[in-house]
Structure formats: C-alpha cells, structure tokens
C-alpha cells in the first residue's frame, strides 16, 4: 500500500526503494552562483539557498541513495559480491552526505531515518553475499547504541583506578563505573561486534604494531583503531571519515594521505596507521596527556581546549560538557583492552584469524583485480582484501613511468611474475580514457542529467570534480566522468590460462549476433563475452565492422563429414540473405538443422553462414 506523506504542504507517495525511481529536479548549467548583493562600499552578500532549494537538495540525495540501494539489493540477489560491497560502500557515503544536510524538517528526519533502519536491516539480517559485520554502518550504529546505552548513567562514576599490566606498552590503562558498564555492553548488545573484533586483532597486530612502536608510540594504541573502525580497512562513518583509523579528507591530506578517483590511502593499513600515530603524537605534545590526546583525535582540539576552558581542569573524567560520544571514548578504549586482555574472564573464546602477510608486486599498466587475479593465481577478492586502498577494483595507471606496489599474499608472488607479461600483454592496459571521460558542460545541463547519460551516481562525479556544491554546474565547464568500479571491470576482457588455445580475430558480418558466432565456433557464450569485455547483462549487440577476439583450439579441428545425397530427392541452391540463420532457413525448408549442416559438410555444433553464401538443400522429386 503507498504511504503518503506531507512536505511543506505538498502530499506526495512513498513508494518502497525499489520501486521509487522518481524524476529528479536540480539545478542546471548557467548558474555559476548565489546572487551578489551591494551593500555598498564594496561590501557584497550573497543569497543563501532557500527552503525550496535545500527540499530539491534533500530530495536528490535521498533519490541517489534510494537507487544505490536497489542496485545493491540487486547485486546481493545475484550473488555479485564484489558489485554488492561496491555499492555498499556507495550507499554508506550518500547517507553520510544526508545526514550532514542543515534544517532537515521532522518528516524529512522520519523519512531518513525509515529508509537508513531499512537498509541497515537488510544488510544484516537478509544480504546473502556480504560478511555482514563489515558494514561501515555497523560500528556508527554500534556508537549510537551505546550512547543510548550510558544516556542513563550518573556523572559522577566512582573512584578511579589505574592497572599497571606489564608490557602494556606504556598505555595508562583506567577501571572505574564507567570502563565497567561498557563492559557490560560489550559483553551484551555489543556481544557480536566485540568477538569479530576479538578474532581480526590477531590478523592486523602484526602489521600495526611494530608501525605504531617504529613512530615512538605504545602498541596498545592499536585498540584506538579497534574502537574507531573495528579495525575494518573499509569502514565509513557520517563524519567522510575512512580507514581503520578513520581519518576525514582535510585530516588526511594533512598527513600525506592521498585520495582520488583511482585510491583512498586512509584505507592503506600501513600508511594510515604511521599518519594516526603522527597525529597522536602531535595531539601529546599540545595537551601532554594521552586520554585528552585521544578525545581530540575523537572530536577535534578546539572542543578539547572549551572543555579545559569551561570546567577549569585538565581531568578527562571530569570534562562533562564533551560530547556524549567522546565521554564515552576512552572508556571504550579502555574496556576494549581489558577484554582483550583476559577474554576468557569477559565470556569470549576468541578464534584468531591468521595474521596478514604479503609481498609487493611490480605494476606498470592498469589492470582489473579480475586480470590480476589471473596473473597471481588467486582471486579478485583477495586482491581486494590486501589493497582496500584500490577504490576502482584496479591498479591506477603508472606516473612518471613508476609501477605500481601491489601488495599480493605470500607465496603468489613467483606466480605472478612467471604469468604476468604473458597475459597481461594480451589485454594491454585498463582503458583509462573510458574509465575518466573528458566531458564540457552545455546550457541546460545538471549533475542528474550527466549522471543518466554516463550511468554514473552524482556522487561520485561530484567526488572526481571537486563539487561541493551540486547545483553548481558552469557553462563550459570541463568535467571528468568517472565509469563506475562495475562498468570498468566487465569492460576489460578476460584472458584464458590454458596454453593449447590461439588468439584469432573475427570480423563482425551483417546478420551475426554473438549467439551465433559463440555456436558456431564451438564455444560458450560467455566466454565470448568475457574476452571481448561486453557485459553479461548487456544486450550483447555488436555492429557491423566490429573485431571481436576469439580463442581457439591449437589442436586441428575433426574432418567434416561428407555431404550425403539423399536417393530419390532433388538438388537445389538457396543463396543466404541478410538476416538469415541457420536455423531459420531450416526451418523455412521443413528440414531439420542436422540435416542442414550434414548436407553442407558442417561439423556438429556448428553452422556460421554469410549473406551470398550458398546452401544445398534437397526436396522431393516432383
């Protein structure tokens, strides 16, 4: 049954998300700015959008992350995996784009909040193909649970205590009410996430340890990582911030870390852990403290100088005015360690996962983790695991002419090198021009209108161009178009691993279609499709002209048959028009297509025809 709603007056139906694909309104090219206001004395001011704009902007995310939704329900439904958490991924930075939107009205929030519980809900009570703790949503969900969780605990906790555990590494550790009833929550509500983060911390310690100790800092700051992400390299929060130590952009670029179209090195284990330790030292050095560190790396220094400021003191325990969240932080921390420590005392009997190693692999071309893959003898997904700071699904291409350091698990490495010239000269590079497309804007043209003609989120065009503002496109503009991960990685033809195979090209003729083509030389369909980088859900038309790439048998075909003559029947030519099929001109005849090919030396399974060619068919005297 379609709800209806009100927004400032208007009625309008809400339609579940995978059915609401409504028309999008927006701004479009020609208006460059707010208008600019004399004030005189060369004072200007400038228009601020109103209500009706702010609607439009409110109506475009929730549309944009509504379809994001559905492609990544679609995706799951498939058993697509690496499409699934693709879109995921999309969808967790649309929320966060909408939950930063000012004055959002009480139906609007309503209606946020009805479609965030319903996304958070299928992924983790009804995605099939997702590792369902690995949700960036799932540790914010977590946060705001536990600050309903401690909304009812008294400002004054108790007396505190310091445990000095040795080898620690120089972290204070603290117990007190606080510590204690997150404790408890962690060993209740919070029961799942703690043990997954339990069984990953073997995986990672190896590799952020010794980082954090190379920086000069304890190595029990790897919990500040386990609360902030779950140590999930792909986690993403409201805040943009990303990684395992969740870094914001401006945060980021301020400590080297890279992000664009091609990475995100906030996701990168070993220089993101080296960027968090460079700021914590920093925060150290401003508040010579590692609790008060630790809350500004959490909320910022300016809310930590307000605090010591407001409450004249430069106790943690004591800065109430902080927010809840960040009251809630080293406390966190803090029982995150202690469980860790004696997990056994706490209910949990953790199962480690083997820790992560891996070697570093030269790359001097873009190529698909679906082609690397291939070359290392393991899987995308691997790949995917061991370089999340890859957002494309793909190596960037080189600059100045340095390869890429591709990290590949132990053991692989001999493969790769021994299988990469030969099979990544097959399919030579990524295409980059189709993966970032030069595009000028026109009058009349919006964000929404660019993203329906490429099939690419307004997001992400926004995020490859800079564009804080969506309405503001400029007549003349020069955009670049990123394909999405998707497109690109079904766009770059596969390469098969056996050896006994050549490499032909075929010629496309009037009439053919790839079902036929595939038939004809023996060979699936799919496998046609994916040497040739056509999409499997596409409608597969090729065009006249069009050089597709087969693979063929180095083995020397089986003889044909002989064509038999048929007694007492009479010899007749049928010249094949345009359009025609084998099976249709069999049909056509009253002949079945066995027959067809045995009369015309075809071998089993085969049949191609061209327009011109001549066929014998036979029919009864008289």
Same mark, same amino acid.
């Given at each position: 049954?379609?709800?209806?709603?009100?927004?400032?007056?208007?009625?309008?139906?809400?339609?579940?998300?995978?059915?609401?694909?409504?028309?999008?309104?927006?701004?479009?090219?020609?208006?460059?700015?707010?208008?600019?206001?004399?004030?005189?004395?060369?004072?200007?001011?400038?228009?601020?959008?109103?209500?009706?704009?702010?609607?439009?902007?409110?109506?475009?995310?929730?549309? +944009?992350?509504?379809? !994001?939704?559905?492609?990544?329900? !679609?995706?799951?439904?498939?058993?697509?995996?690496?499409?699934?958490?693709?879109?995921? $991924?999309?969808?967790?930075?649309?929320?966060?784009?909408?939950?930063?939107?000012?004055?959002?009205?009480?139906?609007?929030?309503?209606?946020?909040?009805?479609?965030?519980?319903?996304?958070?809900?299928?992924?983790?009570?009804?995605?099939?193909?997702?590792?369902?703790?690995?949700?960036?949503?799932?540790?914010?969900?977590?946060?705001? +649970?536990?600050?309903?969780?401690?909304?009812?605990?008294?400002?004054?906790?108790?007396?505190?205590? /310091?445990?000095?555990?040795?080898?620690?590494?120089?972290?204070? @550790?603290?117990?007190?009410?606080?510590?204690?009833?997150?404790?408890?929550?962690?060993?209740?509500?919070?029961?799942?996430?703690?043990?997954?983060?339990?069984?990953?911390?073997?995986?990672? /310690?190896?590799?952020?340890?010794? !980082?954090?100790?190379?920086?000069?800092?304890?190595?029990?700051?790897?919990?500040?990582?386990?609360?902030?992400?779950?140590?999930?390299?792909?986690?993403?929060?409201?805040?943009?911030?990303?990684?395992?130590? /969740?870094?914001?952009?401006?945060?980021?670029?301020?400590?080297?870390?890279?992000?664009?179209?091609?990475?995100?090195?906030?996701?990168?284990?070993?220089?993101?852990?080296?960027?968090?330790?460079?700021?914590?030292?920093?925060?150290?050095?401003?508040? $010579?403290?590692?609790?008060?560190?630790?809350?500004?790396?959490?909320?910022?220094?300016?809310?930590?100088?307000?605090?010591?400021?407001?409450? /004249?003191?430069?106790?943690?325990?004591?800065?109430?005015?902080?927010?809840?969240?960040?009251?809630?932080?080293?406390?966190?921390?803090?029982?995150?360690?202690?469980?860790?420590?004696?997990?056994?005392?706490?209910?949990?009997?953790?199962?480690?996962?083997?820790?992560?190693?891996?070697?570093?692999?030269?790359?001097?071309?873009?190529?698909?983790?679906?082609?690397?893959?291939?070359?290392?003898?393991?899987?995308?997904?691997?790949?995917?695991?061991?370089?999340?700071?890859?957002?494309?699904?793909?190596?960037?291409?080189?600059? %100045?002419?340095?390869?890429?350091?591709?990290? @590949?698990?132990?053991?692989?490495?001999?493969?790769?090198?021994?299988?990469?010239?030969?099979?990544?000269?097959?399919?030579?590079?990524?295409?980059? $021009?189709?993966?970032?497309?030069?595009?000028?804007?026109?009058?009349?043209?919006?964000?929404?209108?660019?993203?329906?003609?490429?099939?690419?989120?307004?997001?992400?065009?926004?995020?490859? %161009?800079?564009?804080?503002?969506?309405?503001?496109?400029?007549?003349?503009?020069?955009? +670049?178009?990123?394909?999405?991960?998707?497109?690109?990685?079904?766009?770059?033809?596969?390469?098969?691993?056996?050896?006994?195979?050549?490499?032909?090209?075929?010629?496309?003729?009037?009439?053919?279609?790839?079902?036929?083509?595939?038939?004809?030389?023996?060979? &699936?369909?799919?496998?046609?499709?994916?040497?040739?980088? @056509?999409?499997?859900?596409?409608?597969?038309?090729?065009?006249?002209?069009?050089?597709?790439?087969?693979?063929?048998?180095?083995?020397?075909?089986?003889?044909?048959?002989?064509?038999?003559?048929?007694?007492?029947?009479?010899?007749?030519?049928?010249?094949?028009?345009?359009?025609?099929?084998?099976?249709?001109?069999?049909?056509?005849?009253?002949?079945?297509?066995?027959?067809?090919?045995?009369?015309?030396?075809?071998?089993?399974?085969? &049949?191609? @025809?061209?327009?011109?060619?001549?066929?014998?068919?036979?029919?009864?005297?008289?």
């Amino acid at each position: 049954m379609t709800r209806i709603a009100r927004v400032k007056g208007t009625r309008y139906p809400v339609w579940p998300a995978a059915v609401l694909l409504m028309t999008l309104s927006g701004f479009v090219a020609g208006q460059e700015e707010y208008a600019r206001i004399p004030l005189g004395d060369g004072i200007f001011a400038s228009e601020v959008p109103d209500d009706t704009e702010l609607a439009s902007r409110f109506d475009e995310l929730m549309q +944009e992350a509504e379809l !994001i939704f559905v492609d990544a329900v !679609i995706a799951d439904k498939s058993i697509d995996t690496l499409e699934a958490a693709y879109n995921f $991924d999309l969808l967790f930075e649309a929320l966060s784009d909408i939950e930063q939107l000012p004055l959002m009205d009480e139906l609007e929030r309503l209606e946020f909040n009805r479609f965030l519980n319903a996304a958070v809900s299928f992924y983790e009570n009804d995605s099939q193909t997702l590792e369902k703790i690995e949700t960036s949503l799932t540790v914010s969900a977590l946060q705001d +649970e536990l600050s309903r969780y401690t909304r009812a605990l008294p400002s004054d906790l108790g007396s505190v205590s /310091q445990y000095d555990f040795e080898g620690n590494g120089g972290m204070p @550790i603290t117990h007190n009410d606080h510590v204690a009833r997150i404790i408890e929550f962690f060993r209740t509500q919070g029961r799942r996430n703690m043990q997954v983060w339990l069984n990953r911390l073997s995986r990672y /310690q190896g590799i952020i340890g010794p !980082i954090l100790e190379e920086e000069g800092l304890p190595r029990d700051f790897i919990f500040l990582a386990l609360v902030e992400s779950g140590l999930n390299p792909r986690a993403y929060s409201w805040k943009h911030a990303a990684g395992p130590w /969740q870094f914001i952009s401006s945060t980021g670029r301020r400590y080297d870390l890279r992000r664009d179209w091609w990475r995100d090195e906030r996701r990168d284990l070993e220089k993101s852990t080296r960027a968090a330790a460079r700021y914590l030292k920093k925060l150290y050095a401003e508040f $010579d403290d590692w609790y008060l560190a630790m809350a500004a790396y959490n909320t910022g220094e300016g809310r930590v100088r307000r605090a010591i400021r407001v409450h /004249q003191t430069r106790d943690y325990w004591k800065l109430y005015i902080l927010p809840r969240q960040t009251r809630n932080y080293v406390p966190n921390i803090m029982a995150a360690f202690l469980i860790a420590q004696d997990p056994d005392k706490y209910g949990f009997t953790v199962e480690p996962e083997p820790p992560m190693e891996w070697d570093l692999v030269e790359v001097d071309r873009s190529l698909t983790f679906d082609i690397l893959a291939q070359i290392g003898e393991t899987t995308a997904d691997t790949f995917k695991i061991y370089n999340p700071e890859l957002r494309q699904n793909a190596t960037p291409p080189p600059e %100045n002419d340095a390869p890429y350091l591709l990290k @590949i698990p132990k053991g692989h490495k001999a493969a790769f090198e021994r299988n990469y010239e030969a099979i990544a000269s097959q399919v030579g590079p990524v295409l980059a $021009d189709i993966q970032v497309r030069k595009h000028r804007v026109r009058r009349g043209e919006s964000l929404y209108s660019l993203s329906k003609r490429y099939g690419v989120p307004m997001r992400r065009i926004a995020q490859a %161009n800079g564009l804080r503002n969506w309405h503001k496109l400029r007549l003349g503009q020069l955009l +670049e178009i990123p394909v999405t991960a998707s497109a690109v990685a079904t766009r770059q033809p596969t390469v098969p691993t056996s050896r006994n195979v050549k490499k032909i090209y075929y010629t496309v003729r009037p009439g053919d279609t790839l079902s036929e083509i595939a038939e004809v030389h023996n060979m &699936g369909l799919s496998k046609l499709r994916s040497w040739n980088g @056509i999409h499997r859900n596409s409608s597969g038309s090729i065009k006249v002209g069009q050089k597709l790439v087969l693979w063929l048998p180095t083995k020397p075909p089986p003889v044909a048959a002989q064509p038999v003559v048929p007694a007492g029947m009479v010899k007749q030519t049928y010249i094949v028009r345009s359009g025609d099929t084998l099976s249709q001109i069999a049909e056509a005849h009253s002949v079945g297509l066995s027959t067809l090919r045995q009369w015309n030396g075809f071998r089993p399974g085969t &049949g191609h @025809i061209r327009v011109g060619q001549k066929l014998v068919i036979y029919r009864t005297a008289g």
